[in-house]
């Protein structure tokens, strides 16, 4: 351990004398609030990806939201749904409709959407009845549907339809709005005691369109916030890390510096390399030859006109020698001072203070 005391402490400003210039660094950052330029590009890929992530959902909830599920799926051996068990009626098992579980017509419902063609025209009958198909709980809801028909009473709830003189051929669309559920679609000719002919019909399911498109057109809005997000970070780290127009680099200073302190040296100064003449051609350059009288140097007006009037030309009057600057040492509290500098920052060599007042550095 070399010193009085021993090395004073690594730690920065004055506590000790600083470890290293990214120790500075890093404690300048974190009273500025400011980030690396590491850590700032990391945000800025962050903020980039946080876009792309939030665009990605507004496209998979608006594919929820606008892309019907088809019934029968595409999967299946048939893609139209045909009366070919019994003629005149159609049943079929719909696929589970997942939403959410809110009882009544609200934004929840699920759109179910039904695109019959009947072959031979005449009244209708359509029904979405949550449960299983060819079962009594099935032929109980048709037969009191009927019983109502009959009397004329049409009370009956959403989940019915009556279609009356359907034209032959021509396809009609209907359209529900269904809770989550399993569901079991009836469409079968009413027209009791005439001719019944085939049925072919087609069904889509749109599942939370409301829902999917409120929280994809939310998904867009943040999008938008971290696009503007990712360019102000973007912004910020290129002034970072890109040079201003106009400004010199560190090469360019450094040759500018070295040239000021030429010029400030003036033409008088010697080279580094120049020495004492030496050899026979040093000679004539040595000065004058013996015996001869310096020549005298030429005079100048000035000096003509105090000789005039038989007065001593005064002696020119050297200029004050500059103040030194004072130097701000404060001490850490273990026996070192430090610089306080003009920008509130400290140097990093500590000093020792003599018994005369001054201060000497510590190796």
Request: glycine share 12%; aromatic share 8%; net charge negative.
């Amino acid at each position: 351990m070399s010193g009085p005391g021993g090395p004073p402490p690594a730690a920065a400003g004055p506590g000790g004398p600083p470890s290293s210039a990214a120790v500075m660094d890093a404690s300048d950052r974190l009273m500025k609030g400011d980030l690396s330029i590491s850590e700032l590009r990391t945000q800025v890929k962050k903020a980039r990806w946080n876009v792309f992530m939030y665009l990605g959902i507004a496209a998979i909830m608006f594919a929820f939201a606008l892309i019907p599920l088809p019934v029968p799926a595409p999967w299946d051996e048939e893609t139209t749904l045909k009366d070919t068990e019994s003629g005149g009626e159609i049943q079929r098992e719909l696929p589970y409709l997942f939403g959410i579980p809110i009882d009544g017509h609200d934004a929840t419902d699920i759109r179910f959407i039904v695109e019959i063609t009947p072959k031979a025209g005449g009244n209708l009958s359509v029904h979405v009845i949550e449960a299983h198909c060819n079962t009594e709980e099935i032929d109980n809801e048709l037969n009191e549907f009927t019983s109502m028909l009959i009397r004329g009473d049409t009370n009956w709830s959403d989940n019915h339809i009556f279609i009356e003189d359907s034209t032959p051929g021509k396809t009609i669309e209907v359209k529900f709005k269904l809770d989550p559920g399993a569901y079991c679609l009836v469409i079968e000719y009413t027209d009791y005691g005439k001719p019944i002919g085939s049925l072919e019909a087609s069904a889509s399911v749109y599942g939370l369109r409301e829902i999917g498109g409120g929280l994809g057109g939310l998904s867009v809005l943040w999008a938008l916030f971290g696009f503007i997000g990712a360019q102000k970070k973007g912004k910020i780290f290129k002034e970072r890390t890109e040079p201003k127009r106009g400004s010199t680099s560190v090469e360019e200073q450094v040759m500018d510096a070295t040239n000021q302190a030429v010029i400030t040296a003036g033409p008088g100064a010697p080279p580094p390399s120049a020495g004492p003449l030496t050899g026979p051609s040093a000679g004539p350059l040595a000065g004058p030859s013996a015996g001869q009288p310096p020549a005298a140097a030429p005079s100048s007006p000035t000096q003509d006109a105090f000789a005039a009037l038989g007065v001593a030309e005064p002696a020119p009057v050297a200029p004050p020698p500059a103040a030194a600057p004072t130097l701000n040492y404060i001490e850490s509290g273990d026996g070192y001072y430090y610089i306080l500098k003009e920008d509130n920052t400290f140097d990093a060599q500590p000093y020792i203070k003599q018994a005369d007042g001054s201060y000497l550095p510590f190796q």
